[in-house]
């Protein structure tokens, strides 16, 4: 269930994107990758169970919850970005650079802007606070679904 959103929207004869492949171990890593799309934007994906804000007990198969944060996520304080909540993707994505060919899902570069640990403090069935350790960003940040738009509007920042 967990990837199989991500496995639909992808041809994997025609897509250099890894196949949707689940994991058991979860290792806290984060990445943030630079999609040059249709429309330019960053993918913020933590490692996490697939059932991670479901449930109390999660013990769904490990994925990467994955948001597009068309600013990106700030290094500021305070300032709020808007992440849209979007499918789970495999944990494999999180070394993945590479062209996404025209006429594909998500046609475009991906480039990985950052990557690291973190470490979740507070979670609630709505938000999330959590350490990055990365490169760019370190810190403690907040994810708050705010449940506009289609309900998977959230609101990201230090
Ligand atoms: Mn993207």
């Known amino acids: 269930m967990a990837l199989e959103e991500y496995r639909k929207k992808r041809r994997f004869d025609k897509t250099p994107e890894p ?50 944060v068309p600013k990106g996520i700030s290094n500021k304080k305070g300032v709020k970005r808007l992440a849209i909540q979007v499918e789970d993707h495999p944990v494999d994505y999180i070394n993945f650079k590479g062209t996404i060919p025209e006429g594909q899902y998500g046609a475009g570069t991906v480039t990985i802007w950052d990557k690291g640990t973190f470490e979740v403090l507070k979670k609630k069935p709505n938000s999330l606070k959590f350490i ?24 990201v920042f230090k």
Do not use: C, M
């Not at 934007?41 to 948001?67: C, M, N, Q, T, Y």
């Open 132 to 155: 990055l350790h990365g490169e760019r960003l370190s810190g403690e940040f907040h994810l708050i679904h705010t449940a506009r738009g289609k309900g998977n509007e959230w609101l």
């Open 19 to 68: 196949f949707a492949r689940t994991e058991t171990k979860q290792r806290n890593r984060f990445v943030v990758q630079e999609h040059y799309a249709t429309h330019h934007h960053f993918d913020f994906r933590l490692e996490l169970p697939a059932d991670f804000f479901e449930s109390d007990d999660p013990s769904g198969p490990i994925v990467l919850k994955s948001w597009a």
